[in-house]
């Protein structure tokens, strides 16, 4: 055999060799790391799926950023909200800041007498019965101050007349309907934060309101 193999021409002999020396390497490759080509592939799958969780994690990181901000944003925009929709708890000092408005206004309240709670799309509104005896200039100051005031009020079914009998102070008698609104209970966010029963009637100490006729004091 070997003789044959020196008696053939030099190319033949290379390609001879070659052949022969593939064919160990491929059985060498084949059979002694066929277990570590397989380990190999497994790790390189496990590493795509790493790859793949870590982009999907950084990604779910900038949606937990962009969250945070938006809510940092709109918790500053519920406090300052907070300023302009009391909760209901907090009516009754409304109301009683409105007497006080209406007193600093040196207006005569002839009848102050809140209605029921009524919801009016999603806010709860207080309605209070107002007449008032009062001179022009008296009464623009009030609902001057009505217009500056840090809560959301309103004014509606106004009427006015002129009295007959008329001082510096009374000159006309004013009639309206004026609404305080607050934060609806179940719109509040947090729990500690959850007004008593909606619809309750908060109650004004009787000292408060003068008896007919009489100024507020």
């Known amino acids: 055999m070997l003789e044959r193999l020196k008696n053939l021409e030099w190319y033949w002999q290379l390609l001879i060799l070659v052949t022969a020396g593939a064919i160990v390497w491929f059985l060498v490759y084949y059979f002694f790391t066929s277990e570590t080509r397989a380990e190999i592939a497994s790790l ?11 982009q999907a994690a950084q990604q779910a990181t900038e949606r937990i950023n962009e969250f945070r901000a938006l809510y940092a944003t709109k918790q500053a925009e519920y406090e300052e909200l907070k300023v ?11 109301l009683q800041g409105l007497q006080d408005t209406a007193r600093e206004s040196r207006l005569i309240v002839m009848r102050f ?30 609902f001057d101050r009505m217009a500056k005031l840090p809560r959301i009020v309103s004014i509606t079914d106004f009427s006015l007349r002129q009295l007959q009998e008329q001082t510096a102070d009374r000159t006309l008698h004013a009639q309206f309907l004026l609404t305080a609104y607050y934060a609806a209970p179940e719109n509040l966010n947090t729990p500690s ?13 009787s000292a408060n309101v003068p008896p007919p006729g009489q100024p507020m004091r």
């Not at 302009?84 to 409304?94: F, H, Q």
């Open 44 to 54: 390189n799958d496990q590493i795509e799926q790493l790859k793949a969780k870590n």
């Open 84 to 94: 302009l929709l009391p909760e209901e708890r907090e009516i009754t000092n409304v």
């Open 113 to 142: 007498s809140p209605r029921e709670d009524v919801q009016q799309e999603g806010l709860m509104a207080k309605p209070v019965e107002v007449e008032v005896d009062s001179n022009f200039n008296n009464l623009r100051v009030f």
């Open 193 to 205: 934060n959850a007004p008593a029963k909606p619809g309750s009637t908060p109650v004004l100490p």
